[in-house]
């Protein structure tokens, strides 16, 4: 039996602890990278917003794909094996997206990165729930901030790499080191394993009775995901299009939306713990959508005028945005490990299921509204959908949910 089955010494969860902080910053490394060279790869491909946004829709395929068997795989193989396995995956799709010459092989890259991520996502999200059991305390807010720290890291070095270094040399890199780091740091990793203890199997269908609650959060988790991802895909088009800004200027509001989620995500564990993740989604999320919204009006306005001063307000609006979105999607995560009358592998791959969609289709649909109108409007879908999130703090409140 490993670390999470037997109990834990004090070195050990020290041990697991960093390790899983490495894998959540490599994580958060490779959508940083990926993120930053959005412009160059569609300049390069020729492609449209309503094209690029086709391309970010065919990740749901990759969703599909992962969803109907990473639970089964959880169970049979254990989270350990589930993860060297998306370590395998990921790299191929990285790969084909750094050297996609058409939009169709940069489908195919995309839907090969989501199922590799979700492999490893999945895993060490587990593993982290029942770290946080045996050591009595939280981490799962926090090992997110150490994801929103690789993108932000990702974002700074590769505003360098912009016009000096072709993005296929740099994404192929990321993909090597990224590969090399998680697979050595996975050694450290212990779970139970197939044929260790684990909960009886519960039939959880998708529909019928007392599924309505996984429908829940999982919506709240697409909510949040919805716009985080749609601010990061799109921010530096954004800056680029609508502002006119050029260069490595153009990543600002992504590292400054990061630098707001590494805030609340480390601060997160603790207000999760005092507040009680009801009340911690309700702010973010209804605070957030307001000053997100706030900021981007007022700055597209003065953007006629003041062009420094405009882009100065739009980082501040991506910065309060990532402030309210960072302990969001972490809260929903604790409030699945809380759940009822359902083993905790299933309930979390079906909410991440649903969580991911919003990850794949939002950004596309992103794409086809700017298309039809303009990415000024289109950027109006993430910041509803973070008010909704913050109303669907409610499910908090539901009797399958366990009190602490």
């Known amino acids: 039996m490993g ?38 790869v569609k300049t390069e491909l020729g492609l449209n917003d309503a094209t690029l946004g086709r391309v970010l829709m065919g990740s749901t395929l990759g969703i ?29 799709g990285y790969l084909c997206i750094a050297f996609a010459p058409n939009a169709y092989f940069l489908f195919i890259g995309a ?30 807010s926090g090992f997110h901030a150490f994801w929103c720290m690789g993108t932000l890291v990702a974002a700074f070095f590769g505003s360098f790499l912009i016009g000096h270094v072709p993005y296929p040399i740099h994404l192929s890199g990321l993909a090597v080191i990224s590969f ?39 919506f709240g988790m697409l909510c949040a995901s919805s716009a985080e991802f749609g601010a990061t895909d799109w921010s530096a088009l954004f800056l680029r299009d609508v502002l006119g800004v050029t260069g490595q200027f153009y990543v600002g509001a992504f590292m400054a939306f990061e630098i707001g989620m590494i805030t609340s995500r480390l601060l997160g564990d603790k207000y999760i713990h005092r507040y009680g993740p009801e009340k911690v989604i309700k702010t973010c999320g209804f605070v957030g959508s307001v000053m997100w919204l706030a900021t981007m009006v007022l700055g597209v306005e003065m953007s006629h005028g003041n062009k420094v001063l405009a882009y100065v307000v739009i980082l501040l609006g991506y910065l309060v945005a990532g402030l309210g979105v960072g302990p969001m999607y972490p809260s929903l995560i604790t409030i699945v490990g809380r759940l009822s009358g359902v083993e905790t592998s299933v309930a979390f791959a079906r909410c991440l299921l649903i969580a991911l969609l919003g990850f794949a289709v939002v950004p596309g649909l992103i794409g086809h509204i700017s298309d039809l109108s303009s990415l000024n409007i289109a950027m109006l879908l993430p910041i509803s959908l973070l008010a909704v999130g913050g109303y669907m703090s409610r499910v908090a409140r539901s009797p399958r949910v366990k009190a602490e």
């Not at 599909?64 to 990921?90: C, D, H, N, P, T």
């Not at 990165?113 to 799962?140: C, H, S, W």
């Not at 780091?181 to 529909?207: C, H, N, Q, Y």
């Not at 009775?209 to 996984?214: A, L």
Request: charged share 20%; hydrophobic share 50%.
């Open 3 to 40: 670390l999470l089955a037997s109990g834990t010494m004090d070195t050990n969860v020290i041990r697991m602890s960093n390790a899983l902080r490495t894998q959540f910053f490599f994580l958060g490394v490779l959508i940083g990278g990926w993120s930053t060279r959005i412009p160059e």
């Open 64 to 92: 599909i794909i992962s969803s109907q068997i990473i639970g089964w795989l959880m169970r049979e193989l254990g989270a350990k094996k589930v993860f060297y396995l998306g370590s395998l995956i990921f790299p191929v």
């Open 111 to 140: 839907v090969f990165f989501v199922i590799g991520y979700a492999f490893i996502d999945n895993p060490i999200t587990m593993i982290t729930q029942d770290l946080e059991k045996v050591a009595d305390r939280k981490f799962l």
């Open 180 to 218: 090399s780091v998680l697979a050595i740091s996975g050694r450290t990793l212990e779970a139970k394993e197939a044929g260790g203890e684990k909960m009886e199997k519960i039939d959880f269908p998708w529909f019928g009775k007392n599924t309505g609650i996984i429908w829940a959060i999982g």
